[in-house]
Structure formats: structure tokens, C-alpha cells
């Protein structure tokens, strides 16, 4: 396979708008897609890939957002769930990999098996940690990966430096961290709830429910079946350093406040109109349990050279 | 229905077969394997003499080599591949993608196993899986529940292995970073969750704590039992209420479902604990070989017996046992 033997470009990374994790009422997901577009995001990811019992929106109607999302010029991708366990689940995907309107993000190997031939994205919960997987993939119609949010600047400089042509690699920028799914629904059961009787209580949290240590530190966030961190991921401070290795997209995390304000923090800093020092004490202030970027550089998750946990 | 018994070291290895394991699985010692703890699993010598002493027994012997290679690390992965592969292992239990692609690249003949840690829980992910690795077995992750299983089991032309006892993993394995989100490692990256070397026990007026790269994730009073240090099992602040808020310190225990795990068509059944003593490996091992040979004897009158359960309980992590996923209410 030809590799890309070109030194890296510096050229400016794209920003993207990861799928809406949590359980919004359709009209303020409708709102909220009308909002980004008047934002200088470029590429925005779409779909429910936390719940299958989350139906306010069906695939047509993301397929009809993905519509007039490419109408107003920027790339739409259709983002799927991200752990398949029933008939139902797979029939969705299967119609949703079957659409070849749109590029489909892969985030369960499900996904992989019905895009297999033709373009798709391998979202982070997909395990590409190595050149092989990169190569195999990338043979199968990989275009674009997102990194597994524990890997740092080590592995992410190894596998960019190294990388089939034309496979662009995609960094979790700026939001809570996709850490673990689950069978089991944790907002249902800390609400005492069953899953199968959820009452959808999931809709309560716009932004996932907080789980703190027994000495107050903010440390995880449930979000139905899938587990986040309670502090929120920033790599904005990093900025040279992921334009340096060529790094070609940088996601932010959709929240129910301030989404807007962070895409144009994150432009601004691309534009150079901002100083990264300074976007970041901005970010603090939209990110209610404090900032983290350990993962970037081989430590713990939650750690942050920054200074940013809880002021 | 296979039995298949965990070796952290030679006893254990010696204990499963002596006892009633059809296939043993070990590790190397290094984070190639999901166990990778210290004073654990196999140097080459060592799993010379073990294959020996399980094949002339007819047992079968498996080596896990199921975490995630990075490419600083990636010649590790593929030596221990090809070291299983010339010691003659019986199967390889893989999980990454492009080690799969490794060994059935170059090793075409040894059998592959997908690994629980390859978070395959679907027909398509399994076939996928099957069409470019050949893969002839899966285990699947602790988050289908039974009927989920024997609805895979009709749908997938690959045989399937679930758990039946031990330590249960709430997440999808493969795919729960927790660990190293509290202290750099994970599963995936290092082969352990919540490695030794990053928790700290510590008394303290409030009782004794447990913390994970120095996050509290357990204060009990100093009469509780302190249980293997998973921060998944951890009691925290929940709305102003403090609970397990992810799950309670219970252990998986399938006996009380066996003529259901055989009547689904599971082809093998897995015990966990490679990590645990050569004692727990002969009890658990003892137990679940009788229970399965009077389960196919006669599945309809199958009944755990109270000494069973007796001998499990001792051995058993925290102070109760679960169905977990397989029974529908846990999820």
C-alpha cells in the first residue's frame, strides 16, 4: 500500500460536530442543528449511537438533517449505534450502512461488516490502535478514523507518520469522554429503574448524570449505557503539536450549553484571531467539572497539565 | 459443552486438567494478555511442561494473547503469536484487529479464537470476524442476555463461549477505558484493570479507603470486606446519595441456569480467574465439571446441589453471586 512520505503539512485541521450523545427532546435537536449551521464547524456526525430505545428522532429524519446539512455546504455523516446486541439494532444499521448518500461512521464491528467495499469512518469506539489494523481497514474502505480516546501524541505520531494515503485521522478535541458501554442502563438504575421500564429517564439529564467520589471530585457521568467523564477532554492547548503531526479533523463533543461558543473558540485558534492559552481559560468556563488532556499525553485520563480540574 | 479453566501458573494448569477441564487458558507473562499481573502466567519453559501434562491428558490448551498492540509495542504481540504458534498451543485467543490478521496470515493452520475483549455481541460483528480471520470460536462480551445468546447461537455458523463464573465485568470488554482514565492503564493497553501498582489502601478515621491513581473509589467502614480494588464496583455520590453507582461487589454465577446454557447450544463455557489461587481453580473446577456431566445426564431434574453452591460461595469475590446480564432485570 503507498504510504503518505510527504512531511507533515501543518495544513489547518477541519473541525467536526460529534453525533448528540444524550436523550434532547426532537425539538431541541432540530434548534441545535439549525444553530451549528450558522457555525464555522465543517463536518457534523449524526445519529443516535448510545440507545436503540431513543426514538424521537428515526433514521429519516437524521437522513433529512444530513440533507439540508450538505445543502448548506458542510459534510454531513451519519453516525450509528455503538454496541449492537438485538435483531432490531442490526436491521437499523443495516438500513443506515445501506444508504450511499452519506459517509456512515462505523462505531461497533457490525458496522464494518455491512460498509466493508465502500467509503466509511471508523468512529473512536472501534479499535485501530496499529499500523496493521490502520492497513487492514484502510483496504476495506477505511477514509477516516477517528483515534480511540486513550491513545496519546506516542501512537497517534506513529500511525499518522505512517499512514496509508488518503486516510484522514480524526482527534476526540473538546468534550466529555466516551470511557465504556454497558448491557446495563446506569441512568435507569440510579433511578431504581430496570432498563426495560426506563420511563426514559435518561431525557432528565441533558448533559448525563454526575458521579462524584465520596470527597466530592467530580469523576464519571452516566449517560444510559454508556459511561463519560465527568471532566471534559480538552486538546485546544495542544494545538501546534496535533498541526504539526497532521492531524485532519478535530471533533467537539456536542453539550446542551455553549456548543456554538466552543466551535468558534476552536476556529478562531485555527485562524490564528486567538491565542490557545487564552481560548482555553474561555473553554474552563464551559466545562462545569473542569478540563483534562492526560490522555494526550500518556497518563491518566483525567489528568491535567493544564490546571484546569475543579477551581 | 466444553469447560474451560483458567492457569495463571503451572499448579493451576496441573489443577484444572486434574480436575475436569476439557481446555485450560494461560497467557505469557507480559501486557500481551488481559491478566497481566505480577507473579503471573507462563514463560516458554513453562508452558512447554504444561502442554505436555495437559495434552497427554487430552485436555486442550489455549493461550490468550488479547489486548491491544500500539505500534511502539507491536513486534511484542506478534513474537508471543508466533511463540504460541510454534509450542503447538490448541487455539490463540486474539482481540486485535490486526494481530488476527497477523496470525492468520502466518500461522494459517493454528485455530483462533476471538477473544471476549474483541467486543464482538452480534452476528455481523462475528461474521465479519469469521470471513477475514477464520475465526472458530467466539467468546462474547458479559452483556447479551440468555435468550440474546441462543438467538446468536442460531444466527452464527461460528461456536460460541460465554462466561459462566467469576468476576463480572459490567462494561463491554474491549471497550471500557475506566482504568485508564483514573490511572493510565487499561485493559486494553496494559492487560489489567486497575493495576496493583496504581491502587493504595489506607486507614483513615472514616474508614478504610481504596483509591486508583489516587482517586477515591471506595471508603468502607473498617468492618466491610474490602474486595479486589475495580473502581467499577465503587460506591460514589449519585444526586446527593451515595451508592454503587455503576455496580455492587457481586461476582457472576451461572449454575442455577445450566440446562438453559446447554439447551441454547453454548459449545463452551468459561471460568474466570487466572489470577486467583490453584485452590479456587480445583474448587471451581471440581464443581463445574460435575455439575455439567449431571446437567447433560439429565437437564430436566438438574438442580444445583447445596454443596456446589458451598464450595462456590467460599471462592466467590464479594459476598454475593449474580445471573448478571444473562437474566434480563440486572440489565
Same mark, same amino acid.
Given at each position: ?13 477541519r473541525l467536526s460536530l460529534g453525533p448528540i450523545l444524550y436523550y434532547w427532546p426532537r425539538e431541541r435537536v432540530l434548534d441545535f442543528y439549525a444553530e451549528m449551521l450558522e457555525t464555522p464547524v465543517d463536518v457534523i456526525y449524526l445519529g443516535e449511537t448510545i440507545c436503540?430505545?431513543r426514538?424521537l428522532l428515526?433514521?429519516?429524519d437524521y437522513?433529512?438533517l444530513a440533507?439540508r446539512i450538505?445543502? *448548506?455546504?458542510k459534510e454531513p455523516v451519519i453516525s450509528t449505534l455503538a ?8 436491521? &437499523? ?12 461512521e462505523?462505531n ?13 469512518v471508523?468512529g473512536h469506539s ?6 496493521? &489494523? ?12 477517528v483515534?480511540?480516546v ?20 480524526e482527534l476526540f478535541a473538546f468534550g466529555r469522554l466516551p470511557l ?22 435518561c431525557g432528565?439529564y441533558p448533559d448525563g448524570l454526575?458521579?462524584? &467520589? ?7 457521568n452516566l449517560n444510559g449505557?454508556q &459511561?463519560q467523564s465527568a471532566t471534559t477532554h480538552n486538546l485546544l ?12 479533523l478535530l471533533r467537539i463533543s456536542p453539550q446542551s450549553r455553549h456548543s456554538a461558543a466552543i466551535v468558534e473558540v476552536f476556529a ?15 473553554l474552563? *468556563?464551559y466545562a462545569p467539572s473542569?478540563l ?20 | ?14 489443577? $484444572?486438567?486434574?480436575? !475436569? ?6 497467557? +505469557? ?17 513453562? %508452558? ?20 491491544? $498492540? ?17 509450542? !503447538? ?8 484487529? !490486526? ?10 493452520? =493454528? ?10 455481541? /452480534? ?9 477475514? +480471520?477464520? =475465526? ?25 463461549? %460465554? ?51 489516587? =482517586? ?29 453507582? =455503576? ?13 438453559? @446454557? ?10 474466570? !480467574? ?17 455439575? @455439567?456431566?449431571?446437567?447433560?445426564? /439429565?437437564? #430436566? ?8 453452591? #458451598?464450595?462456590? $460461595? #467460599?471462592?466467590?469475590?464479594?459476598? #454475593? ?11
Amino acid at each position: 500500500m503507498p504510504m503518505d512520505s510527504s512531511p507533515s503539512s501543518n495544513r489547518r485541521p477541519r473541525l467536526s460536530l460529534g453525533p448528540i450523545l444524550y436523550y434532547w427532546p426532537r425539538e431541541r435537536v432540530l434548534d441545535f442543528y439549525a444553530e451549528m449551521l450558522e457555525t464555522p464547524v465543517d463536518v457534523i456526525y449524526l445519529g443516535e449511537t448510545i440507545c436503540s430505545k431513543r426514538r424521537l428522532l428515526r433514521p429519516e429524519d437524521y437522513w433529512e438533517l444530513a440533507e439540508r446539512i450538505a445543502a *448548506s455546504g458542510k459534510e454531513p455523516v451519519i453516525s450509528t449505534l455503538a454496541l449492537i446486541e438485538s435483531e432490531g439494532e442490526l436491521k &437499523t444499521l443495516q438500513r443506515q450502512c445501506a444508504d450511499e448518500r452519506f459517509l456512515v461512521e462505523a462505531n461497533d464491528l457490525a458496522a464494518l461488516e455491512f460498509l466493508e467495499g465502500r467509503a466509511f469512518v471508523a468512529g473512536h469506539s472501534i479499535n485501530l490502535y496499529n499500523q496493521r &489494523t490502520l492497513s487492514f481497514l484502510a483496504e476495506r474502505g477505511l477514509e477516516r478514523w477517528v483515534l480511540p480516546v486513550e491513545l496519546g501524541r506516542e501512537t497517534a505520531a506513529d500511525l499518522l507518520g505512517s499512514r496509508p494515503s488518503g486516510v484522514e485521522c480524526e482527534l476526540f478535541a473538546f468534550g466529555r469522554l466516551p470511557l465504556a458501554y454497558s448491557a446495563r442502563c446506569f441512568t435507569a438504575y440510579n433511578r431504581n429503574l430496570g432498563k426495560d421500564d426506563c420511563q426514559f429517564c435518561c431525557g432528565d439529564y441533558p448533559d448525563g448524570l454526575l458521579v462524584s &467520589t465520596q470527597e466530592d471530585t467530580p469523576f464519571l457521568n452516566l449517560n444510559g449505557i454508556q &459511561t463519560q467523564s465527568a471532566t471534559t477532554h480538552n486538546l485546544l492547548p495542544m494545538l501546534d503539536e496535533v498541526m504539526r503531526l497532521g492531524v485532519d479533523l478535530l471533533r467537539i463533543s456536542p453539550q446542551s450549553r455553549h456548543s456554538a461558543a466552543i466551535v468558534e473558540v476552536f476556529a478562531d485558534c485555527l485562524t490564528g484571531d486567538l491565542e490557545p492559552a487564552e481560548a482555553t481559560a474561555r473553554l474552563r *468556563s464551559y466545562a462545569p467539572s473542569g478540563l483534562c488532556d492526560g490522555y494526550w499525553r500518556g497518563q491518566a485520563g483525567i489528568a491535567a497539565e493544564t490546571g484546569a480540574r475543579r477551581d | 459443552m466444553e469447560l474451560v479453566c483458567p492457569a495463571g501458573n503451572l499448579p493451576s494448569l496441573k489443577a $484444572a486438567v486434574d480436575n !475436569g477441564a476439557d481446555a485450560v487458558y494461560t497467557g +505469557f507473562r507480559d501486557e500481551t494478555n488481559a491478566r497481566h499481573f505480577a507473579g503471573l502466567n507462563f514463560n516458554e519453559k513453562q %508452558i512447554r511442561t504444561g502442554l505436555d501434562y495437559a495434552h497427554d491428558r487430552k485436555v486442550k490448551v489455549f493461550v490468550a494473547i488479547n489486548t491491544y $498492540a500500539q505500534p511502539s509495542g507491536w513486534a511484542r504481540w506478534t513474537a508471543a503469536v508466533d511463540r504460541a504458534a510454534d509450542l !503447538g498451543v490448541d487455539a490463540l485467543i486474539l482481540a486485535d484487529l !490486526g494481530v488476527l490478521d497477523y496470525a492468520a496470515e502466518r500461522h494459517p493452520h =493454528i485455530n483462533l479464537h476471538l477473544s471476549v475483549q474483541g467486543s464482538a455481541t /452480534n452476528p455481523a460483528a462475528i461474521g465479519f470476524m469469521h470471513r477475514h +480471520f477464520g =475465526i472458530r470460536r467466539v467468546v462474547v462480551p458479559r452483556v447479551l442476555s440468555l435468550a440474546q445468546v441462543a438467538s446468536l447461537i442460531e444466527k452464527t455458523e461460528v461456536p460460541v463461549e %460465554i462466561f459462566g463464573f467469576g468476576s463480572l465485568c459490567v462494561m463491554v470488554e474491549g471497550r471500557c477505558l475506566l482504568s485508564s482514565y483514573a490511572c493510565g492503564q487499561s485493559p486494553n493497553t496494559f492487560g489489567a484493570c486497575s493495576p496493583a501498582a496504581h491502587v493504595e489502601w489506607r486507614d483513615t478515621p472514616q474508614g478504610q479507603e481504596t483509591r486508583l491513581g489516587g =482517586i477515591l473509589i471506595e471508603r468502607r467502614s473498617h468492618a466491610e470486606p474490602a474486595g479486589y480494588p475495580t473502581l467499577c464496583k465503587g460506591r460514589y455520590q449519585v444526586a446527593g446519595e451515595l451508592r454503587h453507582a =455503576i455496580e455492587e461487589p457481586t461476582s457472576l454465577n451461572t449454575l442455577d441456569i445450566l440446562p438453559d @446454557i446447554l439447551a441454547a447450544g453454548v459449545s463452551a463455557i468459561k471460568v474466570e !480467574g487466572r489470577q486467583r489461587s490453584t485452590r479456587y481453580v480445583t474448587q471451581v473446577t471440581k464443581v463445574w465439571r460435575e455439575a @455439567i456431566d449431571a446437567c447433560k445426564r /439429565n437437564p #430436566q431434574s438438574f438442580r444445583p446441589k447445596e454443596s456446589w453452591r #458451598q464450595v462456590l $460461595a #467460599q471462592v466467590s469475590e464479594g459476598a #454475593q453471586t449474580t445471573l448478571g446480564p444473562y437474566h434480563r432485570p440486572w440489565h
